[in-house]
């Protein structure tokens, strides 16, 4: 067994000058041809069978290389999103359609059959490409939303597109149950109303955006440049399902990832962060701040790697392994956290060192392997991990994990790499993002009990124009639309 690391505060640290790097150049596979768009089918009548394993490299282009965002790598990255059913069958009619949100409604609305709600884009059961015509706010009803199962798969949601920022706002939870291969980029969800009662009732609670793997397995998942807040439970939750009976079976969620996200304010009392229940999870270059704990809380059964994260006025821990039963068998909880910053705030908790990860007594049935290195803390927390039943609970450091063509960098880079990149337009932030972070800067704000009743986003329109055969290569790795796409991303973007 492998010492257990303890990398403590020093005083020192805090006067180390932050700098940012480049990140280094990206080598990227070879794409299949790719040829006119003819059309794509009205319905996806039987996209995939089998599990996410063994589709996961059922494709003709180089997995160990390629990445749906140029230079992004983690698990999941290796989708093609839209183009993942074409990469498939290499058939004209699995290209994917390009939907045109022009509207604001929360309704499943449609003027034609390539321009309506994006209640309406999101929930169609083919190949598509959500593009948007319009910002502003876009209401969410109360409760489970889209709830996207099988047949709604292969989908790349481009908010970079739009003129402004694209707000999702309500009381109510962006839902995945069933989808495969899915990118989010650059879109805002915010919550509504107020968080949870402190006696613990759920009723009306949310989250921001949920995978829970109700109608079947949920991989290849890339969240990225998006912003969360205020929601009543998680920023983001990940979990599998499991039979009623208790015996071996039900849906996994595998090969995710959460990047370059702003998540804050998450209201009382069951202010959290990211809730983990799948495997093969990465969570990189995220920003939490105002929030209780859990960024993030790993169940038993679970792999994930935590890397370059800020954590910012958390309650009182950073992260925690927990859990009583792995309904998949005896497989440990696995954290690997590395090159992550907690600083302190106003609702810190102040009363003794807290270790910036918890191994919980819900531990106690399983064990927990963890792998810490390299990580900060500015404030009242210790860069290490306790365990609160030593005795009774079975646990061990364990190598790291390995992430495809990707590692953590350092620490001392993490701070102003997330502070400038993260959220929905960190090129361009809007007024809130933009007070979080400077929240974050000034070791000021505080976590809510509550949400505000309006928001101030303008409705601007202005017709996105894709490029001209947008289905047709623009180099080995991508198409004209995917660049386009690409260099939209970069533009509201501060990379």
């Known amino acids: 067994m492998k010492k257990i690391i303890f990398l403590l505060f020093l005083p020192a640290i805090m006067a180390m000058a932050f700098v940012i790097t480049p990140e280094g150049g990206t080598n990227h596979g070879t794409l299949i041809p790719v040829t006119e768009h003819e059309g794509a089918g009205d319905e996806i009548q039987d996209i995939q069978k089998g599990d996410a394993s063994e589709n996961a490299t059922e494709v003709n282009y180089d997995l160990s290389k390629y ?8 698990y999941g990255t290796q989708t093609r999103a839209a ?31 390539t321009h309506g709600s994006f209640a309406w884009a999101v929930t169609r059961k083919f190949p598509r490409i959500i593009v948007f ?36 706002f309500g009381r109510g939870e962006f839902r995945i149950s069933g989808a495969h291969d899915i990118l989010i ?37 890339v969240i990225d440049h998006c912003t969360f807040s ?25 090969n995710v990832t959460v990047s370059n996200c702003l998540m804050s304010e998450h209201l009382l009392y069951h202010s959290t962060g990211t809730l983990i229940n799948g495997n093969n999870i990465l969570l990189r270059d995220n920003l939490y701040a105002h929030y209780g704990h859990r960024s993030p809380y790993i169940k038993v059964g679970t792999s994930c790697a935590s890397w370059n994260n800020v954590m910012y006025n ?57 792998y810490m290195k390299d990580n900060i803390a500015f404030g009242h927390h210790v860069a290490g991990y306790n365990v609160e039943n030593p005795v009774k609970i079975p646990y061990k450091t364990e190598e790291p994990l390995l992430v495809p063509n990707y590692k953590p960098y350092e620490s001392t880079l993490t701070y102003n790499k997330v502070l400038t990149n993260a959220g929905a337009r960190s090129g361009k932030r809007d007024y809130i993002d933009t007070r979080i972070i400077n929240e974050v800067k000034n070791r000021t ?35 004209n639309i995917e660049h386009q796409l690409h260099q939209l991303s970069l533009e509201v973007s501060a990379h």
Do not use: C
Request: aromatic share 10%.
């Open 133 to 168: 015509d319009i910002s502003g706010i876009i209401p969410l009803k109360d409760g489970i939303n889209y709830n996207l199962k099988k047949e709604n798969s292969f989908l790349t949601i481009a908010g970079q597109t739009a003129p402004g920022p694209v707000v999702l």
């Open 83 to 113: 183009y993942g059913l074409y990469a498939k069958t290499g058939k004209t009619s699995d290209l994917p359609k390009i939907l045109h949100v022009n509207t604001l409604s929360g309704d499943v609305t449609n003027t034609d059959n």
């Open 230 to 254: 205020w929601s009543s439970r998680e920023a983001v939750a990940i979990w599998s399902t499991y039979p009623s009976n208790g015996e071996k079976g039900g849906n996994t969620v595998s």
């Open 185 to 221: 980029q650059h879109i805002t969800i915010r919550g509504a109303g107020t968080g949870m009662p402190k006696d613990g009732s759920r009723n009306g609670t949310y989250t921001n955006i949920s995978l829970i793997a109700y109608y079947g397995p949920i991989y290849n998942v």
């Open 314 to 370: 958390f309650n009182y821990r950073a992260a925690q392994l927990s859990g009583d039963y792995d309904y998949y068998g005896n497989r440990p909880a696995r954290l690997d956290f590395r090159g992550n910053v907690a600083v302190a705030g106003p609702d810190t908790g102040t009363a003794i060192k807290h270790p910036l990860v918890r191994i919980g007594n819900s531990m106690a049935n399983n064990h927990a392997e963890i």
């Open 67 to 74: 990445s749906i965002i140029p230079g992004l790598y983690g």
């Open 445 to 479: 704000g505080r976590i809510p009990t509550s949400a505000p009743t309006s928001l101030n986003y303008k409705k601007i329109y202005k017709p996105f124009k894709e490029v001209t055969n947008p289905h047709e290569k623009y180099n080995s790795q991508y198409t």
